[in-house]
């Protein structure tokens, strides 16, 4: 007797692919677009956005940072607007797309050892970077680095930066106003577990080092000052007696401490300082600066992202089991007696953090942070605008069933001070479908929109964003 046939089980449908997760299936160009207000004659350059956007169905369960990498754009000049959106044409989106099909699966399911670069699929859907004239698209778990063109955000090929890196190259690397450097980590499920290195100005890799770890870590950040960069070893890792099996799945240790390693931004790897802390989890810093002795480091900090239970007073939204309740933090290490004092500075849940990077590394008074909205799936209702020398705070919200995403700090063409610039980000209105382009005056964030920019099609809700100002474009539109 043959045994029964199972039964075909299609996974429930995510969330995150529906209402202002919606991917869009257009690539388009589209100029002189409808203005709400008056867009700034000072405002010049392009304002870029990654983010998932499945080309074709998921195969298997779907995560949000499963997606296909579509970066999107809206490029001011002199008063005028264009959108763009392009896929990022990387090597495992081609094949898909040369089968008809989705051909890996995500993070959800188990993972694939055999697949050549690593078990899952390098999307470079996660961030963006401008850096020696390139533009480049990168992925959460480290991969290949994108470069696309501008304005057309046409991927141009991969960058190899003059010397093959030993891993890849994962996003959030940090650009160094001052003297142009790219400060880069790398992390895998395999030894070495953490790289880290330097790129020059010119674009050429001049350092890289392994960086010894227990075992196989989730690494999503770093921060830079101007002398050290600060490494993250946090207790939210992959589980290791899963990892012995050939599968993956993140567990939090609440129990062991939360490690910052500081390194001379050029040090061998025996350089580097652990300092430790209370359990947490971050994904994203703001900014890091050398004040006397101490290292001084801002960023989003989660107690416990794998809660076993829903929180009982508030609504807090997941990423499948991943609790996102972060709130502004700052932490201080003193380089001379080791100690460590750390302390909330906010009880407003916010995340996707940014600043003005133009003063990266050193000390810097304003940060800009997405406001996240009491809902089951990551939105940001809102925006924060954050004086971490006054203590104060003012915000802005987009309305009701409006939802923005990460903003990037414009600086005013002959800007003369930190918040002498704007705001931009990607705006969905839940209600009508339609996306907007939004630009906040940066000096005066409460009194709310400068200029709306109304776009030819909604913008999924995203990830990370770039400022590219008008100077530093190679290309005229």
């Given at each position: 007797?043959?045994?029964?046939?199972?039964?075909?089980?299609?996974?429930?449908?995510?969330?995150?692919?529906?209402?202002?997760?919606?991917?869009?299936?257009?690539?388009?160009?589209?100029?002189?677009?409808?203005?709400?207000?008056?867009?700034?004659?000072?405002?010049?350059?392009?304002?870029?956005?990654?983010?998932?956007?499945?080309?074709?169905?998921?195969?298997?369960r779907?995560?949000?940072?499963?997606?296909?990498?579509?970066?999107?754009?809206?490029?001011?000049?002199?008063?005028r607007?264009?959108?763009?959106?392009?896929?990022?044409?990387?090597?495992?989106?081609?094949?898909?797309?040369?089968?008809?099909?989705?051909?890996?699966?995500?993070?959800?399911e188990?993972?694939?050892?055999?697949?050549?670069?690593?078990?899952?699929?390098?999307?470079?859907?996660?961030?963006?970077?401008?850096?020696?004239?390139?533009?480049?698209?990168?992925?959460?778990?480290?991969?290949?680095?994108?470069?696309?063109?501008l304005?057309?955000?046409?991927?141009?090929?991969?960058?190899?930066?003059?010397?093959?890196?030993?891993?890849?190259?994962?996003?959030?690397?940090?650009?160094?106003?001052?003297?142009?450097?790219?400060?880069?980590?790398?992390?895998?499920?395999?030894?070495?577990?953490?790289?880290?290195?330097?790129?020059?100005?010119?674009?050429?890799?001049?350092?890289?080092?392994?960086?010894?770890?227990?075992?196989?870590?989730?690494?999503?950040?770093?921060?830079?000052?101007?002398?050290?960069?600060?490494?993250?070893?946090?207790?939210?890792?992959?589980?290791?007696?899963?990892?012995?099996?050939?599968?993956?799945?993140?567990?939090f240790?609440?129990?062991?401490?939360?490690r910052?390693?500081?390194?001379?931004?050029?040090?061998?790897?025996?350089?580097?300082?652990?300092?430790?802390?209370?359990?947490?989890?971050?994904y994203h810093?703001?900014?890091?600066?050398?004040?006397?002795?101490?290292?001084?480091?801002l960023?989003?900090?989660?107690?416990?992202?794998?809660?076993?239970?829903?929180?009982?007073?508030?609504?807090?939204?997941r990423?499948?089991?991943?609790?996102?309740?972060?709130?502004?933090?700052?932490?201080r290490?003193?380089?001379?007696t080791?100690?460590?004092?750390?302390?909330?500075?906010?009880?407003?849940?916010?995340?996707?953090?940014?600043?003005?990077?133009?003063?990266?590394?050193?000390?810097?008074?304003?940060?800009?942070?997405?406001?996240?909205?009491?809902?089951?799936?990551?939105?940001?209702?809102?925006?924060?605008?954050?004086?971490?020398?006054?203590?104060?705070?003012?915000?802005?919200?987009?309305?009701?069933?409006?939802?923005?995403?990460?903003?990037?700090?414009?600086?005013?063409?002959?800007?003369?001070?930190?918040?002498?610039?704007y705001?931009?980000?990607?705006?969905?209105?839940?209600?009508?479908?339609?996306?907007e382009?939004?630009?906040?005056?940066?000096?005066?964030?409460?009194?709310?929109?400068?200029?709306?920019?109304?776009?030819?099609?909604?913008?999924?809700?995203?990830?990370?964003?770039?400022?590219?100002?008008?100077?530093?474009?190679?290309?005229?539109?």
């Amino acid at each position: 007797m043959e045994p029964a046939a199972q039964p075909i089980v299609t996974p429930p449908r995510s969330p995150y692919l529906d209402g202002p997760y919606t991917p869009v299936e257009r690539e388009i160009t589209a100029s002189d677009l409808p203005v709400i207000g008056e867009l700034p004659r000072d405002l010049a350059g392009m304002y870029v956005r990654n983010g998932a956007n499945p080309r074709f169905a998921p195969k298997g369960r779907y995560h949000w940072f499963d997606g296909d990498g579509m970066v999107h754009g809206l490029h001011f000049d002199n008063g005028r607007a264009t959108y763009r959106n392009r896929y990022v044409q990387t090597a495992a989106l081609n094949e898909e797309t040369a089968a008809g099909h989705a051909l890996s699966t995500g993070i959800m399911e188990a993972p694939d050892f055999r697949r050549p670069g690593g078990p899952f699929k390098d999307t470079a859907n996660t961030d963006l970077v401008f850096h020696a004239g390139r533009l480049m698209a990168l992925w959460w778990l480290g991969g290949a680095c994108h470069q696309l063109s501008l304005p057309a955000l046409e991927t141009l090929g991969v960058v190899d930066f003059g010397s093959p890196l030993k891993k890849g190259l994962a996003a959030h690397p940090k650009v160094d106003p001052i003297t142009g450097e790219l400060m880069f980590f790398d992390y895998a499920l395999t030894p070495p577990y953490l790289t880290y290195g330097v790129i020059s100005a010119s674009g050429q890799l001049v350092h890289q080092v392994p960086i010894d770890l227990p075992g196989a870590r989730l690494q999503h950040d770093i921060a830079i000052t101007a002398k050290h960069t600060i490494l993250l070893d946090l207790p939210l890792m992959w589980d290791p007696a899963m990892l012995a099996r050939g599968k993956t799945r993140v567990r939090f240790y609440p129990d062991l401490p939360s490690r910052f390693g500081i390194i001379p931004r050029h040090g061998a790897a025996d350089s580097i300082r652990w300092f430790e802390a209370s359990a947490c989890y971050m994904y994203h810093t703001i900014n890091a600066w050398e004040e006397g002795d101490e290292v001084v480091l801002l960023g989003c900090r989660i107690e416990h992202p794998l809660p076993e239970s829903p929180h009982a007073s508030k609504v807090v939204p997941r990423l499948d089991a991943l609790a996102l309740e972060p709130y502004l933090h700052e932490w201080r290490f003193n380089l001379v007696t080791g100690a460590v004092r750390e302390r909330k500075l906010d009880d407003v849940m916010t995340e996707f953090p940014r600043m003005n990077n133009e003063v990266l590394g050193r000390p810097s008074r304003y940060s800009y942070n997405p406001r996240v909205a009491p809902a089951a799936t990551l939105l940001y209702d809102g925006v924060i605008k954050y004086d971490t020398v006054a203590g104060t705070s003012v915000q802005h919200t987009y309305g009701a069933s409006r939802y923005g995403g990460e903003v990037a700090f414009a600086p005013r063409v002959g800007a003369k001070g930190e918040d002498d610039g704007y705001l931009v980000t990607f705006v969905h209105d839940r209600a009508s479908g339609r996306g907007e382009v939004v630009v906040l005056d940066a000096r005066d964030v409460a009194s709310g929109p400068v200029a709306r920019v109304v776009l030819p099609q909604q913008v999924p809700i995203g990830y990370h964003s770039w400022w590219v100002p008008a100077a530093q474009m190679a290309v005229p539109e």
